[in-house]
């Protein structure tokens, strides 16, 4: 079977301006090792070559990185549309007149609950100068979307973060469920939640906003309301299984691929892209086996019985393996 490439995820450097109480990648320092601008514009022409359609460039913080801009032009000047996902503390008008310069099709702001909350996991200030950042996107008329980090203490405030994001012109709201993995392992916060009660919060809200709320991949799966619940009111988004390796692809700053980059283990490495292309990664048929010879015999648990798992596949992969280290089995399914 050929598998194409839809989508990545590309770390462009663990620098960032936080240290936050969940970061997955425990990012602060930029690696030793980073890709070099040239190698990085290699890559993103092997992106372009091989057919990928999006891209989203992620961090540490992207900002910190003082050749995002060649990066994402290089990007998006080859038709790939480019999401930046940022914190949002470094925004200024230079950013802004940059980010409309390179092509960008969006930029997601991270955003974990309401003023004390957010700045709780990440620090002081951090709240006000995520929401000027955007403020200052949307009224320049860049699409903006706010992606939270659901965990134990914040998710009883999803409703108050819900009425200030009201009054900001978002296109999308993505709730997504936390790892415990990086700096989340040591677990404060607790990353257990109620994935049903996440379900329920949206499908009562999801009518009452201008824009759409969406849960990510690591939430669900197949309820009777499922289809609506991941940010598309069609009614028919389902959860198609985990895609890494399938579709999608992760890349860390250091030239690792992963079948995502929420795989943050070594065990996921399929190949550096110093040593190989990402052609003969992606295309090696040894590769991402964990997903490309899934059978339904592998689901585990209650997984196993399920009339939907050979589809699901039993979730997403990553927080499958740093909750119980059960690829196939989903430790909280909201079935």
């Known amino acids: 079977m050929r598998y194409q490439l839809k989508r990545c995820v590309w770390e462009i450097t ?39 359609r999006r891209v989203s460039v992620i961090g540490g913080e992207v900002f910190m990185r003082d050749d995002w801009r060649n990066i994402v032009s290089c990007l998006s000047g080859g038709g790939i549309s480019v999401n930046i996902i940022t914190n949002g503390f ?11 310069s390179c092509g960008i099709e969006s930029v997601s702001v991270s955003i974990d609950g309401p003023g004390d909350i957010h700045d709780k996991f990440r620090q002081p200030g951090s709240f006000d100068r995520a929401l000027d950042a955007v403020a200052a996107l949307t009224g320049e008329g860049i699409p903006t979307s706010v992606i939270t980090t659901v965990n134990s203490e914040n998710v009883q405030y999803l409703g108050k973060l819900l009425g200030i994001l009201k009054e900001y012109k978002i296109f999308a709201w993505q709730l997504q469920a936390c790892t415990p993995m990086g700096n989340a392992s040591r677990g404060k916060p607790d990353h257990r939640f109620s994935f049903r009660d996440v379900m329920t919060f949206i499908d009562e809200n999801a009518d009452s906003v201008p824009f759409s709320i969406g849960m990510a991949d690591n939430i669900g799966y197949f309820t009777e309301a499922d289809g609506r619940l991941r940010g598309n009111r069609s009614g028919r988004a389902l959860f198609p299984g985990c895609s890494a390796g399938i579709t999608s692809v992760g890349i860390d700053s250091s030239g690792n691929v992963r079948g995502c980059e929420a795989l943050y283990d070594e065990r996921f490495i399929e190949g550096n892209l110093r040593e190989q292309s990402l052609r003969s990664i992606w295309e090696n048929p040894d590769n991402f ?39 196939y089995e989903s430790p909280y399914c909201a079935r």
């Not at 470094?90 to 409309?100: I, K, P, Q, V």
């Not at 997903?291 to 039993?314: H, Q, S, V």
């Open 14 to 52: 663990l620098a960032c301006c936080f240290n936050c109480r969940y970061c997955g990648s425990r990012a602060g320092k930029a690696r030793e090792n980073e890709l070099t601008t040239e190698e990085c514009l290699r890559v993103a022409g092997e992106l372009i070559d091989i057919g990928c």
């Open 90 to 100: 470094l925004f200024n008008d230079r950013l802004l007149r940059e980010l409309r």
């Open 289 to 327: 086996a964990y997903n490309r010879k899934f059978t339904k015999e592998l689901l585990t648990g209650r997984c196993a019985g399920c009339p939907f798992g050979e589809y699901c596949a039993g979730g997403c992969r990553s927080y499958n393996y740093f909750v119980h280290g059960k690829l």
